[in-house]
């Protein structure tokens, strides 16, 4: 903990992340895990009774989660984190910026092309029980195509998700450091 402090004094900075940003942090991790939890089984029982309940739900959820993805980055622009320590490898601090950016731009698309093709399909979107205005023609290709990109952007989500945990538990388990500690663990 030390190390950390002190490099993070030395950079101006506080060790830690702002309790904004560590709030941010895990609802959206919750939200976003329920999310693609949902969408996956939403897809399974596309066409059963009762598949609308939770497509509405993720639809309203996913308009949500994409004013507190806007939220975070404005955040995340005005406050930068202190520096990873510097017994770190170069090449370890490049890949987790790297995941992290990649994120912010997975968490940024994902929900802004599940609302372009839910807007272009005939169901439009019901935000908690509010149809919204419809404001494009509806088009089957058009709605498909951001579908298709919706669908993909989830695996490569899915992956990023995957090295940012393995990172975390990497420096909690073997090198038992408190670079998670910086999110609030
Ligand atoms: C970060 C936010 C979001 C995540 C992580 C997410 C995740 C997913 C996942 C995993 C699927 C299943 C993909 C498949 O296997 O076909 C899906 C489908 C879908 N999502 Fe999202 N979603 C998000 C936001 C949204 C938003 C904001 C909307 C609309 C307002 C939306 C509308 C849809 C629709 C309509 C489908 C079904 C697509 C189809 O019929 O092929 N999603 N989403």
Not at 63 to 86: E, N, T
Not at 143 to 154: G, Q
Request: some cysteine; charged content about 15%.
């Amino acid at each position: 903990m030390d190390q950390l402090k002190q490099e993070s004094a030395l950079a101006g900075r506080p060790w830690r992340y702002a309790a904004p940003a560590v709030v941010l942090h895990w609802l959206l991790a919750v939200l976003l895990a329920t999310l693609l939890g949902v969408g996956w089984y939403m897809m399974s029982i596309e066409h059963e009774p009762g598949a609308d309940w939770y497509f509405n739900l993720h639809k309203s959820v996913g308009i949500v989660v994409f004013g507190l993805v806007l939220l975070r980055l404005l955040w995340r622009l005005g406050h930068r984190p202190a520096p990873l320590p510097a017994y770190m490898p170069a090449w370890q601090v490049k890949l987790a910026l790297a995941t992290e950016w990649a994120l912010y731009g997975c968490m940024f698309l994902m929900p802004l092309l599940g609302f372009l093709g839910a807007s272009y399909s005939r169901d439009g979107v019901i935000f908690f029980g509010i149809p919204l205005p419809a404001w494009v023609t509806p088009s089957h290709d058009t709605a498909e195509t951001f579908f298709e990109l919706h669908e993909n952007l989830a695996w490569i989500m899915v992956g990023l998700i995957s090295l940012h945990v393995a990172g975390a538990l990497k420096h909690l388990v073997i090198d038992k450091d408190d670079v998670v500690k910086r999110m609030g663990w």
